[in-house]
């Protein structure tokens, strides 16, 4: 019962903007998005996580929108490190300690 | 600032043999601690969590199990290993809540022939 649903697949140029979309149309009102990168034969990479305003850190901004439905991740200058699986997960607060990774997002940066 | 250890890095078993993998912090205290299972080509599997000493959750009935004889400290075991089992194993860890941000291991790379 996947709770979020993400594009497979995704290119963008280097040195664009990479907008990752997620949907969340369940989400209820203690859940938080998180989002994670799996760059290949690593282990998943930690993001940013958001609950209801946008946030920014020095990886990459998380849009959610006012309805909480979906959100968008973005990578404001993509380089070709930036070449991973992007997962968007949600989960809620305290006692909800597991976080469910589905398929996610194949981003390519293309040189 | 937190690091956390797997090993080994790979491992090639037969079908039958015993498992035991760990996983360990450093730099916090009291955290949860995950073990996931990657196949080839597949998502993450959340195979057990632990939010204390001796307190663990199995989310995947299976022929595996895990224990935390110490805070930092998580083992995944297993009896007798099935061809099935082969994967990438990773440990994370994660502080308490309500935000549970994970943080990864390097994984275990393990082949059952």
């Known amino acids: 019962d996947a709770k979020t649903t993400q594009p497979p697949s995704m290119d963008c140029a280097e040195g664009r903007a990479a907008n990752l979309p997620c949907n969340h149309s369940?989400?209820?009102?203690?859940?938080?998005v998180y989002w994670y990168r799996q760059i290949h034969s690593q282990g998943p990479q930690y993001i940013i996580h958001?609950?209801?305003n946008n946030e920014t850190n020095e990886m990459a901004s998380l849009i959610i929108t006012e309805d909480r439905k979906s959100s968008t991740l973005i990578l404001p200058h993509a380089t070709l490190r930036d070449t991973a699986v992007y997962y968007c997960i949600v989960s809620g607060g305290f006692g909800n300690e597991k976080l469910t990774f589905g398929t996610g997002t194949r981003l390519t940066i293309i040189p | 600032s937190q690091t956390i250890h797997q090993w080994p890095a790979t491992l090639v078993q037969p079908v039958g043999s015993p498992l035991s993998l760990e996983c360990t912090v450093e730099?916090?205290?009291?955290?949860?601690l995950y073990w996931y299972r990657q196949a080839a080509g597949r998502g993450l599997q959340l195979l057990f969590y632990?939010?204390?000493?001796?307190?663990i959750s199995s989310e995947v009935p299976q022929n595996l199990s895990a224990s935390r004889p110490q805070d930092r400290q998580f083992i995944l075991s297993s009896k007798k290993l099935l061809l099935s089992d082969s994967g990438f194993y990773l440990c994370?860890?994660?502080?308490?809540?309500?935000?549970?941000?994970?943080?990864f291991g390097p994984g275990t790379r393990l082949t059952v022939t």
């Open positions: 369940t989400i209820s009102g203690n859940e938080y």
């Open positions: 730099g916090t205290s009291n955290p949860n």
């Open positions: 994370a860890w994660s502080l308490g809540g309500p935000v549970y941000e994970q943080y």
């Open positions: 958001g609950l209801k």
């Open positions: 632990s939010v204390g000493i001796g307190q």
